[in-house]
């Protein structure tokens, strides 16, 4: 099992800044990606972006030079930086793990942490 607290949400005014954090506690040896995920209101949960174990990052193509996800090795602590913040980034933040023992995919979603985006 794993677990994941999320913590750094908040309200900012657009242009703002905030920085989500993720921890994960658990069997965490096995994860492989660890990312971000948002939902509106009314809207589906969307990917925002994500750390693989190797290192790699993968980002949603509408916050692609305004965020940074970090969490070199996306076992245990992840971020998410927010620059350049817009009405549209308000949303639920969940942050996701997936963890792989033999063939088996898991996967484990965090409590949620609200961003508001608003002047």
């Known amino acids: 099992q794993v677990q994941l607290v999320e913590s750094g949400g908040g309200l900012v005014q657009p242009g703002g800044s905030l920085r989500l954090s993720c921890a994960a506690s658990g069997s965490i040896s096995s994860i492989k990606t660890m990312g971000w995920y948002r939902q509106a209101p009314g809207k589906q949960r969307e990917l925002v972006a994500v750390?693989?174990?190797?290192?790699?990052?993968i980002y949603a193509d509408s916050v692609k030079g305004r965020f940074t996800i970090s969490g070199v090795n996306a076992k245990n602590t992840i971020s998410l930086q927010m620059n350049s913040l817009k009405p549209e980034d308000t949303a639920v933040y969940y942050c996701?793990?997936?963890?792989?023992?033999?063939?088996?995919?898991?996967?484990?979603w965090g409590q949620g942490t609200q961003v508001s985006v608003s002047s």
């Open positions: 996701k793990a997936v963890r792989l023992v033999a063939t088996t995919l898991s996967e484990y």
């Open positions: 750390v693989t174990s190797a290192g790699n990052t």
